[in-house]
T-cell receptor
Framework: DAGVIQSPRHEVTEMGQEVTLRCKPI?????LFWYRQTMMRGLELLIY????????DSGMPEDRFSAKMPNASFSTLKIQPSEPRDSAVYFC?????????????FGSGTRLTVV | AQKVTQAQTEISVVEKEDVTLDCVYE???????LFWYKQPPSGELVFLIR??????QNEISGRYSWNFQKSTSSFNFTITASQVVDSAVYFC?????????????FGSGTRLQVQP
């Protein structure tokens, strides 16, 4: 299995631009999570999906952030417009409900820099 | 609400020393799982161990060992004879095992620096 695949690995964009982060979960996994990691706030959950349906988006910072999961094999996290304080590493993770006890498999992350 | 506390922000040791990373958690659930993840300088999150709340047996895997004490809500991680390659940020995390919220709650992490 290829694991959780995130793209791009690095993204540098100018303030005000739209940014789209992509994630392909492990085939067969029915949960997908988006986390953000910053020095100040550590690893924080942004949103998670179950069977492509958003379950908890309480961690999404503000309306500038949106996430979609149009099918079981693809999810996007979009920031529009981006701001310098959005600079962080964004991780996607997936898991299989019957094996929640096994935790998640994380992607390699997308390092976003907004200048 | 769930909470995971890693009070040690950064630890520095010399190679071959033993080191213990502390983790204290809070949860109202009776059934839950605890985890440790490692984040090396390359940035990925690597799963190390999971522990069921009903299983208080300590576990040893090579130079790594984990001490789970439900009475003190702690799940500490010890590295014996540390090596430079152990240098990383280590995260403790918690998840409910029932049908409730499925998201992992992470501690703030402990940065371990092992000096040669």
């Amino acid at each position: 299995d290829a694991g959780v695949i995130q793209s791009p690995r690095h993204e540098v964009t100018e303030m005000g631009q739209e940014v789209t982060l992509r994630c392909k979960p492990i085939s067969g996994h029915d949960y997908l999570f988006w986390y953000r990691q910053t020095m100040m706030r550590g690893l924080e959950l942004l949103i998670y999906f179950n069977n492509n349906v958003p379950i908890d988006d309480s961690g999404m910072p503000e309306d500038r952030f949106s996430a979609k999961m149009p099918n079981a094999s693809f999810s996007t996290l979009k920031i529009q417009p981006s701001e310098p304080r959005d600079s962080a590493v964004y991780f996607c993770a997936s898991s299989f409900s019957a094996h929640t006890s096994y935790g998640y498999t994380f992607g390699s992350g997308t390092r976003l820099t907004v200048v | 609400a769930q909470k995971v506390t890693q009070a040690q922000t950064e630890i520095s040791v010399v190679e071959k020393e033993d080191v213990t990373l502390d983790c204290v958690y809070e949860t109202r659930d009776t059934t839950y799982y605890l985890f440790w993840y490692k984040q090396p300088p390359s940035g990925e999150l690597v799963f190390l161990i999971r522990r069921n709340s009903f299983d208080e047996q300590n576990e040893i895997s090579g130079r790594y060992s984990w001490n789970f004490q439900k009475s003190t809500s702690s799940f500490n991680f010890t590295i014996t004879a540390s090596q430079v390659v152990d240098s990383a940020v280590y995260f403790c995390a918690l998840i409910r095992s029932d049908t409730g919220r499925r998201a992992l709650t992470f501690g703030s992490g402990t940065r371990l620096q092992v000096q040669p």
